[in-house]
């Protein structure tokens, strides 16, 4: 039987566990997010910023930007999860909003965007609109997957079908993108691309979970930040 691909069912279905710790892939996601911001924090500073998680899920990103003292908004079209997002703000005393939905009006100084590119279907929109939303100057920092043989083998056959540390299905390979065609798409959509780096494993914690940290070669995981041209004087 073909597994389907691409399932963005899996962020309502664990929903209700999603800041429990009780569940291994949600867990990865949640250890991913010191990796990206030890690239993210050298390219832009989030003090008193206000700054859209796009794709927020379940809110790790977004709670980890308030803690930075962002003004914060995560959207994500996960109903569910905005849920959790906004109960666990709540019971935090987190002042964040969140929003369900695909898209966003107000200016933002960044747009913060992971695990997200890999998954859409009309990726020359989805820039489009971020470019759209920034601040002229504002900045857009992302992370996405590389379409190469090793990526295919660590996302797909290691991380989904052996390890399980991805639901089976989550990913659809074809959906990868070289960091060449993004830099493209990038200028295409009237952003300026700028450094790019890869993340990936760098140790296991107590729990013998991946911990992630910055790497120099981009093969599978990488991240980026990409500017919105200031208006000119």
């Given amino acids: 039987m073909t597994t ?15 800041w429990s710790d009780e569940i291994r892939w949600v867990r990865t996601l949640k250890n991913l997010v ?16 206000t700054v859209l998680d796009l794709g927020c899920a379940g809110g790790f990103m977004a709670e980890a930007l308030y ?15 905005i849920k959790a997002a906004r109960a666990h703000a709540a019971a935090t005393r987190k002042d964040i909003k969140y929003d369900f939905g695909v898209g966003e009006s107000l200016p933002y100084d960044a747009v913060v965007c992971v695990d997200v590119l890999e998954h ?12 759209r939303v920034l601040n002229p100057g504002g900045a857009f920092l992302f992370d996405t997957i590389n379409r190469t ?9 290691v991380a989904e079908d052996i390890l399980r540390l991805l639901p089976k299905g989550t990913h659809d390979p074809a959906l990868f993108i070289k960091p060449g065609e993004l830099r493209n798409d990038l200028r295409d959509s009237g952003l300026v691309c700028g450094p ?13 979970d991946f911990k992630f940290g910055v790497l120099p070669f ?13 208006v000119p004087k």
Avoid: C
Wanted: glycine share 8%; hydrophobic share 40%.
């Fill in 149 to 157: 043989l090793a990526a295919r083998i660590a996302v797909i056959t």
């Fill in 218 to 230: 981009k093969q599978v995981v990488y991240a980026g930040v990409a500017r919105k041209p200031k």
């Fill in 120 to 131: 859409v279907s009309d990726l020359a929109r989805v820039l489009s609109e971020v470019r």
């Fill in 196 to 208: 790019m780096t890869g993340i990936g494993p760098s140790g296991i914690s107590l729990k013998g």
């Fill in 34 to 49: 010191p990796a990206r911001f030890a690239f993210f924090d050298h390219h832009f500073e989030f003090s008193k910023k």
């Fill in 4 to 18: 389907k691909r691409n399932k963005q069912e899996i962020y309502d279905d664990v929903a209700g566990q999603w």
């Fill in 67 to 81: 803690k930075k003292g962002a003004a914060v908004t995560g959207i994500d079209p996960a109903e569910q999860a």
